[in-house]
């Protein structure tokens, strides 16, 4: 079982930043998959980036050159530094672990932290 808990959203005006982070409760921490996903309202949850335990990076396009998604395997940590920040970024971001082991699928959510971007 892996304990996700988020922090660091709020309100920022267009054009702004923010830094997201994921603290995870697990030993297995280096086993994951982490990655960020959002939800805006009336829409799907949305895949935004994803780190392999080696630090392989994947974005969204909508993404791609405006966010960062870093962890820390010391600190059991991930990370998600967001410049540049649109409207239509605002949503609730959630912090995800994902592990496949002896064909067995982990998926872990946290329970989101809310990004508003409004002037």
């Known amino acids: 079982q892996v304990q996700l808990e988020e922090s660091g959203g709020g309100l920022v005006q267009p054009g702004g930043s923010l830094r997201l982070s994921c603290a995870a409760s697990?030993?297995?921490?280096?086993?994951?998959?982490m990655g960020w996903y959002r939800q805006a309202p009336g829409k799907l949850r949305e895949v935004v980036a994803t780190?392999?335990?080696?630090?392989?990076?994947n974005y969204a396009d909508s993404v791609k050159g405006r966010f960062t998604i870093s962890r820390d395997h010391a600190k059991n940590m991930v990370y998600l530094q967001m410049y540049s920040l649109a409207p239509n970024d605002t949503a609730v971001y959630y912090c995800?672990?994902?592990?496949?082991?002896?064909?067995?699928?982990?998926?872990?959510w946290g329970q989101g932290t809310q990004v508003t971007v409004s002037s």
């Open positions: 697990t030993t297995l921490f280096s086993f994951y998959v």
């Open positions: 995800n672990a994902f592990g496949i082991r002896a064909a067995v699928r982990y998926n872990y």
């Open positions: 780190v392999t335990p080696d630090g392989e990076t």
